[in-house]
T-cell receptor, first 112, second 115 residues
Framework: KQEVTQIPAALSVPEGENLVLNCSFTDSAIYNLQWFRQDPGKGLTSLLLIQSSQREQTSGRLNASLDKSSGRSTLYIAASQPGDSATYLCGPRGSTLGRLYFGRGTQLTVWP | NAGVMQNPRHLVRRRGQEARLRCSPMKGHSHVYWYRQLPEEGLKFMVYLQKENIIDESGMPKERFSAEFPKEGPSILRIQQVVRGDSAAYFC?????????????FGPGTRLTVT
């Protein structure tokens, strides 16, 4: 059974810092992995999808890396802004159209 | 292209009543997933459906919960005889069978409160 852990559980930083959010998963047999952000009381917004064959994926100030063999993914946020404040979730997927697995997320607060 | 739509956004039910949650997937998507987020907990998978078929219901409680995705119309998650422990946010996601990414797109959720 896939277990997902995200570290840290919460992070509070001043704006401008470069951030590292970690995700680990117990079953390395994944098809891909999605990173999401969730604002309070809202749904999930997909940020990045990284395929199991990829090592990295970038979108703007976001960069996701994947080390499938060790069961780890990292989300880097460059030059953080208050608008980045949200909960960040990683969701590995075991098969092409299968379910996503989630941990508790990292709650990020970026203050001005 | 409208995203995943869910309604109602907020639903209040008394204990013992029925709750019906609706999800309209993105245009062209024929795969629907339901997840539940309990207060102070992570998202938990409930069920995965294609049109007229349940593919994976391993996360569904054995009693009172059912889901369908008919040939026409939205997917429905139905909770019979609701209890306070059913209070949660219920999210629907959809995906297309056309690869290569099979990305899941989430709706805004339905927040169910059982009084």
């Amino acid at each position: 059974k896939q277990e997902v852990t995200q570290i840290p559980a919460a992070l509070s930083v001043p704006e401008g810092e470069n951030l590292v959010l970690n995700c680990s998963f117990t079953d390395s047999a994944i098809y891909n992995l999605q990173w999401f952000r969730q604002d309070p009381g809202k749904g999930l917004t997909s940020l990045l999808l990284i395929q199991s064959s990829q090592r990295e994926q970038t979108s703007g100030r976001l960069n996701a890396s994947l080390d499938k063999s060790s069961g780890r993914s990292t989300l880097y946020i460059a030059a953080s802004q208050p608008g980045d404040s949200a909960t960040y979730l990683c969701g590995p997927r075991g098969s092409t159209l299968g379910r996503l697995y989630f941990g508790r997320g990292t709650q990020l607060t970026v203050w001005p | 292209n409208a995203g995943v739509m869910q309604n109602p956004r907020h639903l209040v039910r008394r204990r013992g009543q029925e709750a019906r949650l609706r999800c309209s997937p993105m245009k062209g998507h024929s795969h629907v997933y339901w997840y539940r987020q309990l207060p102070e907990e992570g998202l938990k998978f409930m069920v995965y459906l294609q049109k007229e078929n349940i593919i994976d219901e391993s996360g569904m409680p054995k009693e009172r919960f059912s889901a369908e995705f008919p040939k026409e119309g939205p997917s429905i998650l139905r909770i019979q005889q609701v209890v306070r422990g059913d209070s949660a946010a219920y999210f629907c996601a959809s995906s297309t069978y056309r690869g290569p990414n099979y990305e899941q797109y989430f709706g805004p959720g339905t927040r169910l409160t059982v009084t």
